[in-house]
């Protein structure tokens, strides 16, 4: 169970968020030009690797607001939490 | 008492307060500040179970929570009895009954004893070896197998005791209140930090509160009576929350951690009444110092596992802390300087001491030799090779060891003795430390792993941490711990300890004995009744990995989870393989550290408090009314109505009849509901549904369909056109929390340019559905003023009225296929209007009807139910409903996988309807499809989806998803029951109304 900062409403406990999974897989613009191989790429493909992983967290018990984390798989440490938008930090 | 066991006058029993007991079935005595162990010990009883395996007898061993052997059955009561409760760990109270487990008929004669003498037949993973062939026969095995197996029996009725949970929030937990613990809390007290300090036992203080010799001095006190003064002071500090009776359980990541409170469990049953029994303490702290001390080791020799053999410090504490001699014969083993200190307490309270057998060459510390000088016999160099007496030791063998220490060598000599103390060293408790994923060090010179890196804000102390001696505790302890919260000076730095320091060191995994290893017993697991030899043979069965050889011998796995053993098959593995202990390492140490309770797992939420339910404004109304409810989601909905003994079929076709002949009344409270808000709400509506929404009109309503970006149908619902740039969706029940989160996500993170804001309002609506042939003449009644005319107000339209002072929002809108209306009001006016439709409906003999009815309705209709007609695998054209999917929009969320590879298939499962060849067969749902049944194996087509007899129709009609169904209606097809195999032919959708004619009244 780790502490996540809610970068509205501050620390909280996990049991308040629920994860979105692999961050920064933007939907793109124009599905209808995209093959079969692209549009799957997007759709299924995801990274799970040991290390630091950017991720989509929401605050579903709280503000209901979405944002990225940057969390070390191998030990559940909290990098960087930064807002929807961002770029993401160099770790 | 026939033997003088008890000393009296100790200072933590109060033998003015004499308690009975019932040890299987015989009535005996013991103190208050008694354990149950220290009881029975008084009372000269050590034979109190039999092991696992071989049913050999097996006596208390330890004072603590690593206790293997006295595990025992507490109470008789088939509801609070409880198994495998340590005796070491009970406290004493007044009527407390207890028996012993795994034999029969009894503890003193027990037929399980056989395995004992068939043990060659027995190794390690005899019954993984032996009951593998025939396969067959493993059903017949397993019974006989289970009887024999298992410790204690469980509860057979429900718990009524009751639990708590409850947060706690520190700077500083300091888990064990021994005298590092006590410090640690003193020094972050006196820099003004929250403290919580957690004590598994009943008082504080840890081993050195009852210390009695005059060897150990802290600033000129005796020890135990510096320490006394400090727990005073620590009583009184307001910055200090004691708990104790309080077990740390699990030490997960960021510093979270779950710890057990005993609250009644010391208690006689009567005074426990209308008291919380357990509570979970679930415990956020900004930083954790783990204080919990150490183990003391056994040592591994032939038959070191008879009743009567004991951990030399928990004989010491029996005599100093409880006043109990556990023997009157004493003898100890050891193989370094802290049994010495049991010598000197037997010798202090006047128990016989015969001997002291060391491995040892020699040792010269200042308690050894205060010892020496007491005249008591010493075997330098010497092991124990077997002892004697079944039920209860009465006799050692020693020998001298040879140089190497690897046999041993001349006479055997025999010493008396009905209670050997044993010692081999000790043994840090790094369990909650490798919990929080710490990783571990191993230290050569006192054989041992000890805390080394971790990533939380924690710190280990004192024998935790592999600091044995008195001195290098304390000053340990007080110069790690200001480290650690960064304080300069405390009051302690001038502290000045004395005591004996250990100069001579010898450890040996397993003894040597005159008899080859196969002929021995050498213990390592006491519960699991796993021998060196075990280890051995897995080993040379090729089992490398610490963990394979673990779960081949058992062990370490019974409920003490290896507390006492693991270090020694450690070590046995790293001596047989030639391999460093560091770098086989150690096997995991899961939580919890003592067994739980299941009630202090779950605490309240047990019974109507398991999981919340959700009810709507008329849930008392249909209460009244006789409904039987099912759950859907959290929401308990009403099911049906069952009137005069009706049985839920005849109910729901009395429902169904009178709702396509006059009119029915649905509770729709429950379907989710979503305001939408904003300029481009329609925009959003346009990329959420399949459908198109840019012409939707004000006052008018359009059925929409929602599907996941791989294209399967996700959600379905009506969504109506309040204003301008206003919308209210509604949403399968189930579904509506899901709905809704998704939506959120893609407006916050694909379409943060759109101006739209969602509201969750399911809860702030109430909805009664009016339906049937005389819904209008009903709402006419109810609405006076309101023009009902189709030309006013059509099929898919919306009103918004007022009846009185309540605001109503009338949706023409039709679930069912009849002519219907569906009222929503404020929450609170629900029930209001549902009873004013009741009332108005009287005339037209209005009939309420529940889910199960609601869904016979659709079904006559063809209309599909988002998660009974679709399972996340259909697509809208699988669920034929290509009219929904607009051809003109450029994008709509799961648009582009409708035309991958596998999504234009037309060898999909795809939705159709079913007519049983004889009208009156009701399919069940969930049935198989095929289409012959003779071909080995079969092809499984599709399944049944919904099925109901139609009382309309007057026939049974199914929906179901088949394998390129589309192409296959007016095809006969079978559906195999497990009596008999029922034949259908595949028909369209809609049953009933293809003209949708019934929509108008």
Known sequence: MFLINCPYCGERDQSEFVSGGEAHIARPKQPTELNDDQWAEYLFMRKNIKGIQFERWNHAHGCRKWFNVARDTSNDKIEKIYKMGEQPPKL | ?1001
């Open chain 2, 1 to 1001: 008492m026939s033997k003088n066991l008890r000393i009296n006058n100790k200072q933590f029993v109060d033998e003015t307060r004499k308690l009975s007991f019932v040890f299987n079935g015989k009535k005996l005595y013991g103190y208050k500040g008694d354990t149950l162990a220290s009881a029975l010990l008084s009372n000269d009883i050590h034979l109190v179970g039999r092991s696992f395996k071989y049913h050999r007898p097996r006596g208390i061993m330890t004072s603590g929570s690593e206790e293997p052997n006295a595990i025992l059955q507490i109470g008789n009561d088939d509801a609070l009895t409880e198994p495998n409760v340590r005796a070491t760990e009970i406290e004493l109270y007044d009527g407390l009954i207890c028996n012993s487990q795994n034999c029969w008929p009894s503890v003193k004669f027990d037929i399980g004893g056989i395995n004992n003498f068939l043990s060659p037949l027995l190794p390690a993973g005899f019954y993984y070896k032996t009951f593998m062939w025939p396969a067959s026969f493993w059903g017949k095995y397993e019974y006989f197998i289970r009887k024999s197996a298992g410790l204690g029996k469980s509860p057979t009725k429900q718990d009524p005791d009751m639990y708590d949970h409850r947060y706690m929030h520190c700077d500083i937990l300091i888990v064990g209140g021994g005298v590092s613990g006590l410090i640690a809390a003193k020094i972050a007290s006196d820099d003004n930090k929250k403290v919580l300090l957690l004590e598994d036992k009943e008082l504080l203080g840890g081993s050195l509160i009852y210390d009695d010799n005059d060897i150990s001095k802290i600033d000129d006190q005796k020890s135990s009576e510096w320490l006394k003064k400090l727990i005073d002071n620590i009583k009184n500090d307001k910055n200090i929350i004691i708990k104790t009776r309080t077990s740390l359980a699990a030490y997960h990541n960021y510093n979270f951690l779950l710890a057990r409170q005993n609250l009644t469990d010391h208690l006689s049953v009567n005074d426990r009444n209308n008291k919380i029994r357990q509570r979970l303490y679930k415990i956020r702290a900004k930083k954790v110092i783990i204080s919990t001390g150490a183990i003391e080791r056994p040592q591994v020799f032939h038959n070191n596992d008879r009743p009567g053999i004991m951990l030399a410090s928990a004989v010491k504490k029996y005599i100093d802390y409880y006043g109990v001699r556990c023997g009157l014969e004493n003898v100890i083993f050891t193989n370094n300087d802290s049994a010495y200190e049991t010598a000197l307490s037997l010798h202090k309270s006047g128990t016989k001491l015969n001997a002291i057998v060391d491995i040892r060459d020699n040792s010269s510390s200042e308690i050894v030799n205060q010892v020496k000088g007491l005249g008591i016999q010493i075997y330098w160099n010497h092991s124990v090779v077997d002892t004697k007496g079944y039920k209860r030791i009465n006799k050692v063998t020693i020998m001298k060891l040879n140089d190497k220490g690897n046999d041993v060598i001349g006479k055997k000599i025999e010493l008396n003795c009905d209670c050997l103390s044993v010692s081999g060293g000790w043994t840090p408790m790094v369990h909650l430390f490798t919990q929080s994923g710490g990783k571990l060090k191993f230290d050569n010179k006192d054989n041992i792993f000890v805390p080394d890196k971790t990533n939380l804000n924690q710190l280990s102390i004192g024998s935790a941490k592999g600091d044995f001696e008195l001195d290098d505790v304390l000053k340990n302890s007080i110069k790690d711990t200001k480290k650690f919260l960064n304080i300069e000076n405390s009051n302690f730095d001038k502290i000045d300890v004395k005591c004996s320091k250990e100069k001579d060191k010898k450890n040996i995994w397993l003894l040597p004995s005159d008899k080859p290893l196969s002929k021995t017993k050498p213990f390592l697991d006491y519960q699991n009744d796993s021998t060196a030899k075990d280890i051995k043979l897995a080993l040379r069965e090729g089992f490398k990995s610490i963990e394979h050889v673990k779960r081949y011998t058992t062990t370490g796995m019974g409920t003490d989870q290896g507390k006492l053993a693991n270090m020694h098959a450690l070590g046995i593995v790293a001596d047989t393989t030639n391999t460093n202990m560091g770098d086989l390492g150690t096997t995991t140490f899961r939580p919890p550290y003592t067994p739980l309770t299941f009630g202090t797992i779950v605490g309240r939420n047990v019974g109507q408090f398991f999981d919340i339910f959700r009810k709507t404004p008329m849930h008392d109304w249909h209460v009244d009314n006789n409904a039987k409810f099912e759950n859907v989601g959290q929401w308990k909905r009403a099911w049906y109505y069952p009137k005069d003994g009706e049985t839920m079929y005849d109910a729901v076709q009395r429902e169904s009849k009178a709702a396509r002949e006059s009119s029915g009344i649905l509770d729709a409270s429950t379907l989710g509901k979503i305001d939408i808000q904003g300029t481009d709400a329609n925009e959003f509506l346009n990329r959420v549904y399949t459908n198109a929404w840019s012409k939707l009109q004000i006052g008018k309503c359009r059925y929409g369909l929602m599907l996941n970006e791989d294209g399967m149908v996700y959600d379905d619902g009506v969504t109506t056109k309040l204003g301008e740039n206003h919308y209210l969706m509604t949403t399968t029940t189930g579904g509506a929390a899901n709905v809704m989160s998704k939506l959120e996500d893609y407006l916050q993170t694909e379409w943060p340019e759109l101006d739209v804001f969602l509201t969750s309002v399911t809860d702030h609506y109430a909805t009664a559905s009016v339906c049937g042939p005389n819904a209008k003449k009903i709402i006419n009644k109810i609405f006076k003023n309101l023009d009902l005319s189709d030309e006013s107000f059509p099929h898919m339209s919306f009103k918004e009225v007022k009846l009185g002072n309540i605001s109503c929002r009338i949706m023409r809108i039709s679930f069912t296929g009849e002519l219907s209306y569906e009222i929503n009001v404020e929450a609170s006016y629900g029930k209001y209007i549902w009873e004013k439709c009741i009332e108005a409906g009287k005339e037209f003999n209005i009939t309420p009807y529940g889910t199960e009815t609601m869904h016979l309705l659709r079904a006559e209709k063809g209309f599909i139910i988002v998660g009974q007609d679709t399972d996340g695998t259909m697509t809208p054209v699988d669920l034929q409903m290509d009219w929904i999917i607009s051809k003109k929009k450029y994008d709509f969320i799961g648009k582009r996988s409708l035309y991958r590879s596998d999504t234009i298939r037309e060898d999909r499962k795809q939705l159709v309807g079913l007519l049983t060849d004889d009208p009156n067969e009701i399919l069940e749902e969930g049935a198989q499809l095929i289409k012959d049944g003779n071909k080995n194996p079969v092809d499984m087509l599709g399944h049944v989806t919904s099925s109901y007899f139609s009382p309309t129709l007057k026939k049974s009609i199914a929906l179901a998803i088949l394998k390129e169904g589309k192409k296959l209606k007016g095809q006969k097809l079978l559906v195999p029951m497990i009596d008999k195999t029922i034949k259908v032919t595949v028909s369209d959708t809609i049953f009933l109304d293809k003209e949708n004619e019934r929509i108008n009244g």
